[in-house]
């Protein structure tokens, strides 16, 4: 359904078209609203001769001659037609077998009548409808051979991209292409008449939005990059097309293609240019260490120490270089400040005074700021002179320094002093005191100051203390003072900070053992981990000159130094792999440097422009042995019999011997004597366990087991045992040397045992049948024996254990619930009978969960002291592409975000003006009443945005239960629980 408009129409009347289907079929009508009266009328015209496969209905706005009216799109055609019942149809081979996912208006003209449609396809397709109106009156009467046709329509085909969920215009020719379950988002501009050369498509790809596609499994791994900090990642197994279907996910900034110079010592870097290197990738730094001063210089690759001449003073430590204009550069040392010809280091003027020792400074534009002890001297920098401006004395020596200006361009001066550790504020134009212990006392000293301006309406005020911690405020314009304060841990050193430009915005990197980029989006400061250990400090240059690019970093570390390009700062980092076939299973070792994975066949289209593989192809699954960190392809494996299905696969590690596990289901035909069906062959399903070992890059079969009319639907392992779950059993085998001993049979009741978990000495098996058990390992018996089953209400798309009594999992439905054992009065389970499974907690994302695994993004290397205790914390994916995190809390913790969120749920409206809990009942498809067992994250998100205040008065009504008596002050602090809320935010 969708309204019409004709020019010189009334705004009270309006035409609505109206796409029906009766048992007749397909019909487009075309009836009068009245707005004012909310009255329709019947319907003015009706068409019915349309494709039996009509999908679409998209309205036609009139012109001056004909009259408005919609086109219906099919299976390989187009239909239009009017109020006037002037029916123009097309056929289109670019149509054919076409499911518009998305569409948007390219260009639209209600004089003449000329309006564009860019469709979108489930399978990729970009499709160009044009309709041209006539704009000459139609012949009077009009005979059925009239040449005459009320329009024109032409369907052209643009190109192949990821399937849109939507498309809207962004600007003349530009068109974002959405892909909420895709692997990429594309912003592309469309070609007016020449094809791309290289994918011979009428459109180029300005910038790609990296994302997911639907998840099927995950895998938490940890590996160790060039820079040698530990990471956390996630293996993401999508559904996708175009063979990307593994992606690499993770929280942390890589330092891209870095290039690692051995010098050691160094403290500070500085870079200089010149109109000579301008378009050139020749550059000059100058490094200092706690004693000397160098110069190197860097041309693409090539780093090497060179001869600066002039009056540079390289004996001495430089507490700062600065380059002030194209033939002007500052030095300062301790003894004095040096103003110095650019590029032959000519001396122009030195300021010195008796007795001096200079400890920090900060420039900011031509005037400068030293301190010596207690004194702060303010220099003026011209051309040719250095000019003393005034003078301040501090109580405390000075240990942190930073010059700084607001929009009304006052100029401040920020302070850290050594005995008291104490941050105060002095404004320039006075010398005057303004602000004065910005933070409570007693803290460890600061040892780096930091002015930044995000953007035009905040700032940012950061000191970095010496033991690794981060205060940060917001500075007010209008009362020149620092507020809302805030801490948050980065590392366990000293922390140092340095302004750089990234994708044309302002960042702050914070040099420490653990290393942070501080960025700022829609207001908010984000906290991202680089993953580089031990950065002392960190020197941004330009590489095109361009301010809208970001800038190279050279980061100076203790033994080294490393040069290279930052990724893009954003929250999580989507690196896909371009494997050439889908993935349906992946299997890793700790110790191995390989990863398993089965998929179908590779490269199988036929041509590059194809969007689907054959059902051939699909239906023919390999073995694939890939390398772990560039995941090319070492070998493959397909299995000797054309019927079997390769379903499973799993490492095994028994007898000093490293098996790679791989369970099949295969369909035979066996005729079935006793009754005929059909052709005379009943099918069976069969399955096969192989064991494989990969010697000298190439996989060899050392056993295969058969089992009879089963097929092999799941494996792992359990210490020197293989579990095998089947149709209906869990068989668990034992290695002889050589071959698989006779299995210990447990037959579970299910049916299709599709999930399999092992924690410590408990399994668990779900099947398709809504059936979920527990059976522990007896090492008396060394077998299985079930202590907790469960016929439940809900059909799992993905189950995991959480401990040897909870299991974690989602449903078809979009819910995730945990199943606990159900526990007798005193609160002891009864092992020597089996117990039942109840759902204790749920929560509802309206998206089936299809995979859940134990891990976390977050390293715990990266992530330093936090203000909460974290359990147990898990990852889990959707099938819509979504990336979710679990964190166990500790109870206290648990009931205070419970109080917080119900305050939040109350006061939130929702879509249509609906309040949060009645939106949570009405997406909610597991019970009646809300969420129980579960925080919603992403709503707790909004406390942070609450005053200090609000957020007082909400803890004020929070009470603990009365048997936790371990604690003492039941009244909470609102900066503590603000640190809580942002630790989790951090850790999220």
Partial sequence: MDFLSRPGSAASDSMLAVLQTTRLGHSLAFCNLNIKTKEKEKPVSTYSKLDPEVSLMLAIPGNDVVPPGAIAIGNSTIQYSNTSKQPVSVASPFLTKIVVTAHCVLFKDPVTGVISYLLGGADGRLVLVVVRLNTKPSPAPLTSDAKWKACRINVEFIGVATAAQTLTVVGHGLVYLGAATGPVSLLIKLREASRNPETKFYYDILQTFTGLGSILELHVVRNVEKQSLEQASLLAVTADTFGKGLTIVRNSINLQDPVDVPVSGMQKAWVTSSPESAGTTSRTFVLSDFTSTCCCTLDKDDFCETDPGGDLILTSRTILFHQLSDSLCLQVISSAVRLLKWPQFELVQEWRMENLAITVASLLKHVLVVANGRTIHMLHITSNAILPLRTHTCTNEICALELFADHAGDQFIATGEWITSNVSIIQCSTMAL????????????????????????????????????????????????????????????????????????VNVFACSDRPSVISCRNGKLLFSNVNIRDAVDVCPFEVTGDLSSSDDLMVVRESSISMGHLEDIQKIHFIPQHLGFQVFRLSLDAESPTVAAIGDKKDCRSNKFAIHKSPECVDERLLYILDRHSFEIITTFQSADAMDCLSCLCHWRVAGRSFLVVGTETERQIPDRTEKKGDGLEKKWNGHLIVLELINDKLQIIYTYTTTEESVRNVASYGDLLLAATDNALLTFEWLGHQLDEPNRLETGGSLNCHLDVVDDTVMLGDVQKSVVLAKFNSTTRAFEVTATDYTNYSFVSLMQRNNQTVMGGDDRGNLMV?????????????????????????????????????????????????????????????????????????????????????????????????LASSLRFNGRLMEQSHAGFVDGDLLKLARDMRSSELEAVLGSFKLAPENANVKNPSLDVGFVQKILDDLSRLH
């Avoid at 409570?440 to 690794?468: A, K, Q, W």
């Fill in 434 to 505: 303004i602000q004065e212990n910005i933070q409570p006392t007693g803290d460890v000293l600061p040892r780096s100051l930091m002015f930044c301006r995000f953007s035009e309406e905040i700032s940012y005020f950061f000191v970095g203390r010496g033991d690794g911690n981060v205060d940060y405020f917001i500075f007010d314009e209008t009362n020149k003072e620092m507020t809302e304060h805030k801490r948050i841990p980065l590392g366990t050193r000293l922390v140092t900070f340095i302004k750089f430009r990234a994708q044309g915005q």
């Fill in 819 to 915: 199943l606990a054992t159900k526990k007798s009065e005193n609160g002891e389970g009864d092992l020597g009978n089996q117990q039942a499974l109840e759902p204790t907690s749920w929560i509802s994302f309206g998206d089936p969960v299809t995979s859940i695994k134990r891990g976390s993004l977050v390293s715990p290397e990266s992530i330093g002291d936090v203000s909460v205790r974290i359990v147990d914390s898990f990852v889990f994916g959707t099938s819509k592409g979504q990336l979710g995190i679990i964190f166990e809390l500790e109870d206290d913790v648990f009931k205070l975000l419970k109080h917080i969120e119900a305050h939040l749920i109350n006061q939130t409206q929702s879509l249509g003006a609906m309040d």
